[in-house]
């Protein structure tokens, strides 16, 4: 054995022996272990609860535990929905040639890295990403792959001196001396290159004693202009500056902190009309994110200086449990999980369910590939979430609560805890309610009341029939009310401002605002609330500034893999819940990719089917097996092997596995097919009898050339070809040989004069 | 309370399923992974019904009643869903219902049943076993092409396993035995029925309906029965006297040979409709075709068949010492190795295609050329000329082209490629037709097909008059004896329901799932299986055998016989009878191909010594895991993985009795396929049924 049992033991002795430990004992042995070794297994079916059958189970039921060894560094490629479109099996494509391992994953040879592909890393709006250890790294190319491990190598060697030569000689500025500085460090701004800003601020700050305070933040939603500074002088005057790297932060620190003189060029405006940043802010509402990144997350008196707590103490100072849900149900608040059922309602049923004790959770577990507005708002805004939750126990007459929050969100999840303690102390929490949070292990369908509840439970995450409904009989067979993040934030604000001025906002049937984490080819991506009522047109060219590419928007993909593709023909659809129904997508829990005409939707259906079937839990018939035959049919067309009849084929799979599964992703798995073939039917008509993919995306269907007129023989192409099919000189032509080109499209987003054509 | 089940009121009580209603009222709804001792589970999805008002449909045997639910239990779609939710199941279910060789055999013979009891020293079962199937194994076991034989799995390993040889020892065993076999006849029925023609078909259908209590009785235009089997087959490879204890063995049940009788001059079929309740018509194919080539009937040319037929008549026949034979098939042979017993010196074979289009035995062309026949290949006689000296043929050589209509490359002959070559004698053996012409003084037309052959319906073997039968060659043009021997016996089944006022449907077919081809099945079945060379079939030696009309294949030793028995893999399925998925497959007509695609893997494990596990054959309805866990309480298995490839496993994916199972068997009955299993053999399998009085032969399937 190659490692101390005793460690095991030890967690084992801190976690408990109970069922619902058996999950955190995985995962804290497999911190421990960087895997899960079958004799560490037998030790913990010994000395638990669990019998080995179920633990095993467990252990390659979640996507998170690895029963064999990995390298020293694991790298995590994302292909969530927006890294897909970004190109994300291309990163997949170059990590392994450059680490020589399959693109599938694998283990290098000297163990020093194991290459993996996650679902989603929530850092849609800087598409492709992966993660090495516990860093993003974002906007990834296949070079710019290559050359992260490169530079990751060299860094393991020595540090790098981050200030250098810098030198700041501060001047005395009065009131415009530099009091404050905070920096955007949610997940984003970490993978954008925040990390390094703080640090420089640091040590800058620490060198020359420069005398700030330094502030970690959350997220305010721009994603696109990470990593974000904001400096505030000692008369209240802020500055915001954007796309900040090492250089920037020390021009900075030079000009602005020591000479008062600020940065022009990178400073944002959000006030300036004209500027892309108004743009970008000017149609939103800020309910759920009104304090992302304004407040250190980690702080609880932040949180209390913009009014934290205040809708608690008012509730408890005069609000019956009744009146709570009376106030709920009257603001119309719908669940923002994706479903849309009625807030209030589902409170008041589990206030009525007959229990002596009563449970409440928060659905964290954002497993939707393309989303990340509850990591944002998790690590931006904690308290928020907690107030939400207390309210909710107040109203239903719960003692414990949980939290079941992504194990891919280490960053939410320290926050969480800071924050729970905070609570804890001031006596927010404790006596009458207390929160855990509980570390998800990798599986959409824990999305699922009932196989969240499984898990929480310490078993597989397998749905089961409902009724009973967990509002009856839920954890551990007691009433449990279940709600997700953006549901729970928005709770406090109702409460402040009243249901009427949360229903003012919306339309008949949907009120309040709903937060889209909107990604693809858009312009400016990020995280955005509007009001509910607003048009996709208006989201996408008003906030997001249309296409990156410039090219016409294809379609919008609305709900992830339950959801649907929606066309630019319909893109005056407005934001409500039974406005997107009508379209066949779902409002979902608010992933927003925006696709222009290069996306092939062929193969969007099947990226969302191989995302489901993989997720599947395995259960049921129709989903276990449909899903994949799904797939199967999917990948037999984009590879120009469809039949005639594939089509009608899918869709009486579709209209079965829709009818025939027990939980809601077997019954909204089809949705990504069955919506492209309504309004992209053609396309797939295309592949199958004509062996053309219109959108240039299929490997298997397309061929490029290099235009002779168009190509100034830069080399750019001849340089990233994988596999060297490029010739020519340089300043001449180029040429790509047929014979040897694998169709990867390398070519085809480097050339910086568009000079290759796909056919 | 109420719920209205198929437009019907039914009581209920609060906290019942739909299911449990359901079935009180006598209506039936499939399950799969439902269990009354379980709790429900809801995985399977083949209990879907459908709710008044409910867009989905719900699975009933987790939905509980409620007052006034409106349901309905066998809707359109109800029965579309669950037709999807079988075809879903067996695109990703790897198994076979029955063995290859039994599927592959015209006659559906169960061949692992009677190897496997051979295996185990019961012969007297095995020839039942056979005898249900085929009423002259050791006739066939000396004759038969053995197509059984080309799917043999164990060619995967080493060779086939000597289906045909083993099959012909048992037969042997049986007819030297003091009291041979003898199928009993059924209880008299009152019915009779004549059989005209006493081939493999005919007396095939004798035998049948005289299981079946009906009275028999069989018309031949030959001096002794048998058919083909007697007069196109040579004594050197089946003995007279093997095919006539055969017949004798039928005859005792009862059956009435009548000889020398010939339709169309003797007795007519309108004379036999009026004396008899039905008519089978098995006349065969025995007319020669011609061989179309210029001087054939100036030149002489003998036809094959009735070569062979006077040979088998003991006629005299004068071939001289250079024969030449046309043809390719194994009339040509059998002509060919009879010419060289009857003291040609030359015998020469014309086939107008190569050696891979040749449609006789290979084993037969084998021998013949052991024995000294020259087979001439590409080769085509185009004009024969007859003299004093004897025959002058023109030939032609031929080239093959691209395949034709049935798939051989079409020959084409060579120009300027002619040659002469001599002959004492010219058999032409290129192909049979139906002599119909013996129909020609019936008051009714028997309607015909466009090759000439009686034209009938190919699941229940009626003509299109009504009481009138017919089978066999006649029916299919020149086939094999045991397609034949499969024709009469089929027609039994179907005049049986003629005679019990049923409609006639002929014999069902039931659903077999399969691996595929012996080529197509998984390689890691055979992983485990240690190579055994097949073991060969002791014969005279090839200068000696030409001699006479002595047998040249000599039969297995009992020592040889178990030997080559062992090596049987014994395909098929354990759990045939009890699978609940392949019952389900029929009923809702599902078409298994319809989603094919990737399947689990090939995983077995016999560790336990009483449980097979063959987690190929799992459809994940997770009852087992349930049981040993709910009931049991020992966990001894669980899920393992999730999603498509989510699968069935004891512990830690050990071997099964590694885990904590107890051997309770509690789980194996409970396995909706043949998943979970006892270990059985076939034998133990035939065995078991004979002690439950279940006729196997009812039970096994017929192509």
Redesign the interface.
Known sequence: MAFDMKAVDKIIEEKGKKLSATIPILQAVQKELRYLPIEALEQISKKTETPAAQLYGVATFFAQFRLSPVGKHLIKVCHGTACHVAGAIGISESLGDRLGVPAEGGTTEDKEFTVDSVACLGCCSLAPVVMIDETVYAKLNRQKAAKTIDNFCKCQDKKEDLLGTLAVDKKDLGGKEIVQVLIGLGSCGIASGGKAVFDIFQAANEKFKLGYTLTEVGCIGMCHCEPLVELIARDGTKTFYGYVDGSTAKKILQEHVAQGRPVEKKIIDLEKEGSDEHAFYSKQVRIVLENCGRIDPESIDEYLKVGGYTAWEKVKKGMTPELVIDEIKKSGLRGRGGAGFSTGMKWEFCRKAQGDEKYIVCNADEGDPGAFMDRSVLESDPHRVLEGMIICAHAIGATHGYIYCRAEYPLAVKRLNIAIDQARKKGYLGKHFDIVVKEGAGAFVCGEETALIASIEGKRGMPRVRPPFPAQAGLWGKPTNINNVETFANIPWIVNNGFAAFAKYGTEKSKGSKVFALAGDIKRGGLVEVPMGITLWEIITDIGGGTSSGRPVKAVQLGGPSGGCIPDTLMNTIVDYDAVNATGAIMGSGGMVVMDDRACMVDIAKFFLDFTQNESCGKCTFCRIGTRRMLEILTRITNGEGRKGDIELLEELAAQIKVSSLCGLGQTAPNPVLTTLKYFRSEYEAHINEGRCPAGKCRALIEYTISAERCTGCGACLAICPVKAITGEKKKAHLILESVCTQCGACYQICPVDAIDVK | MKIILNGKEAKCECGETILTVAKREGITIPTLCHHEELA?F?????C?VEVKGL???V?SC???VSDNLDVQTHSP?VL??RK??VE??L??HCGDCRAPCQVTCPAGIDIPGFISLLAKSTEKEAIKIIKENLPFPASLGRVCPRPCETECRRARVDDAVSICFLKRYIADKDLESPAPYIATPGKSSGKKVAIVGAGPAGLSAAFFLRKEGHAVTVFDAHPEPGGMLRYGIPAYRLPRDILAKEIGLIEKMGVDILLNKRLGKDFTIDKLKKEYDAVFLAIGAQSASDMRVEGEKEGGAISGIAFLEDVALGKKVNIGNEVVVVGGGNTAIDAARTSLRFGAKKVTIMYRRSRDEMPANKVEIEAAEHEGVDIQFLTLPQKMAKDASGVTLTCIKMQLGEPDASGRRKPIPIPGSEFTAHASAVISAIGQGVDTTCLDDEPFDIKLTKWNTLDVNSDTFETNVAGIFAGGDCATGADIAVTATAAGKKAAASIDQYFKGEKITGTPKPYLHSMGKKEEAPQELFEKVEEAPRTGMPELPAKERIKDFAEVETGFTMELARKEAERCLSCGCRSYESCTIRRLALEYKSEPD??A??KRHIFVDESNPQIRYEGHKC??C?SC?RVC?EVKKL????????????EM?????RPWNK??CDSCLKCVPLCPTGALSLKVTPADEVLMFRAMGVDASKKIPNQ
């Open positions: 429900p809801a995985s399977c999805f083949i879907v867009p989905r449909l699975p987790s939905t509980l779609r579309a869903s999807v939710c879903l199941l695109s990703d319809r989603f695609g990737a459809i994940l997770g895991i866990s966990d001894a298995l669980g899920f393992v993985k999730r999603g498509f490839v989510a496993k004891p512990i830690f994916e885990s904590t």
